[in-house]
């Protein structure tokens, strides 16, 4: 690349730089449910939507500092692999698993949805971010 104005771009610096973009928006979400948890009392899909938003951020805010470098940006997909695997299997039970236990109920599968998948998200993301600091 030339450098424009005395200025040398770094390879990769869009996405990092639309990723800082979307962790501001993450961030303010996961605050404003946090304050929502605060001062309205725990509501569970509230907290299940704002660990969401506030991994999506902790994630996208990592790309944009560290995505430059190659260890971290295998960290990032380990657990990014966890999150998805932990919160499909998450989503998929609580899914399929009121429609299996209670038939006539219809609300069930607002379970996987709104609890159990975004939960399995929030702690597979963490885990497989650990699992890979853990490995020899």
């Given at each position: 690349m030339t450098p424009v104005m005395g200025i040398q771009a770094t390879p990769g610096a869009f996405p990092r730089i639309l990723s800082a973009a979307v962790a501001v928006v993450?961030?303010?979400y996961a605050a404003l449910a946090l304050g929502g948890q605060v001062r309205?009392?725990?509501d569970p899909i509230g907290a299940a939507?704002?660990?969401?938003?506030?991994s999506w951020?902790?994630?996208t805010w990592w790309f944009a500092l560290r995505g430059d470098r190659p260890e971290?940006?295998?960290r990032m997909r380990l657990a990014l692999l966890g999150g998805f695997v932990l919160g499909?299997?998450?989503f998929v039970l609580g899914?399929?698993?009121p429609l299996a236990l209670a038939p006539d109920s219809n609300q069930g599968p607002l379970l996987g949805i709104f609890i159990t998948g975004p939960a399995g998200f929030v702690v597979g993301t963490l885990a497989g971010a650990f699992v890979y600091h853990r490995k020899p």
């Open positions: 993450m961030t303010f309205g009392g725990f939507l704002g660990a969401v938003a506030g951020g902790w994630l971290h940006r295998a499909g299997i998450g899914f399929f698993g």
